[in-house]
T-cell receptor, first 111, second 114 residues
Framework: GQNIDQPTEMTATEGAIVQINCTYQ??????LFWYQQHAGEAPTFLSY????GLEEKGRFSSFLSRSKGYSYLLLKELQMKDSASYLC????????????FGTGTRLKVLA | DTEVTQTPKHLVMGMTNKKSLKCEQH?????MYWYKQKAKKPPELMFV???????INESVPSRFSPECPNSSLLNLHLHALQPEDSALYLC?????????????FGPGTRLTVT
């Protein structure tokens, strides 16, 4: 099966920058998504990468290296409301397409 | 309207009961998904429907039976569940199963099997 690995927990200070990594096996890759999930709520979409490079969306950026099976989510100017779980999800062709979520990273932002 | 709705929000059922979870979207999305999420774990894909046809079944036990009556609705029929099936069940939809289209998730149904 496909293993998609992320650090379990991270802690950072308000106003700082944090990078959350995601690694996956490269076979059959068809796109990578980042989602944010607050406790007790549904995941919400943050970013999508299918080609190598950096995608920037306000305070959030996501990077992809397909040859290395590696992505990261960069959060700048951290705010308390950014305390949440961050999930990377990799899509693979299978029939139509299937999505496998990474292990998730719980981020705690401290004042 | 970018909302996916799910009913009920909470469900408690015995192991001999039959119940159904419902999901609805009116965004014209042609792909719909069921996920199971245990506490402090990521969502696990159960089923994918594309253009109202079941395209992926992730080896889910037959006590879970999906149904897509039309392009806006997705049901999950439950029968003879086990306590370990207690979890948050999330429905999601996307414009297409492929392409640069993110999934929109519903708020989930929190299921407890007693």
């Amino acid at each position: 099966g496909q293993n998609i690995d992320q650090p379990t927990e991270m802690t950072a200070t308000e106003g700082a920058i944090v990078q959350i990594n995601c690694t996956y096996q490269t076979s059959g890759f068809n796109g990578l998504f980042w989602y944010q999930q607050h406790a007790g709520e549904a995941p919400t979409f943050l970013s999508y990468n299918v080609l190598d490079g950096l995608e920037e969306k306000g305070r959030f950026s996501s990077f992809l290296s397909r040859s290395k099976g590696y992505s990261y989510l960069l959060l700048k100017e951290l705010q308390m409301k950014d305390s949440a779980s961050y999930l990377c999800a990799v899509r693979f062709p299978s029939g139509t397409y299937k999505y496998i979520f990474g292990t998730g990273t719980r981020l705690k932002v401290l004042a | 309207d970018t909302e996916v709705t799910q009913t009920p929000k909470h469900l408690v059922m015995g192991m001999t009961n039959k119940k159904s979870l419902k999901c609805e979207q009116h965004m014209g999305h042609r792909a719909m998904y069921w996920y199971k999420q245990k506490a402090k774990k990521p969502p696990e894909l159960m089923f994918v429907y594309s253009y109202e046809k079941l395209s992926i079944n992730e080896s889910v036990p037959s006590r879970f039976s999906p149904e897509c009556p039309n392009s806006s609705l997705l049901n999950l029929h439950l029968h003879a569940l086990q306590p370990e099936d207690s979890a948050l069940y999330l429905c999601a939809s996307s414009q297409e199963a492929g392409g640069p289209y993110e999934q929109y998730f519903g708020p989930g149904t929190r299921l407890t099997v007693t």
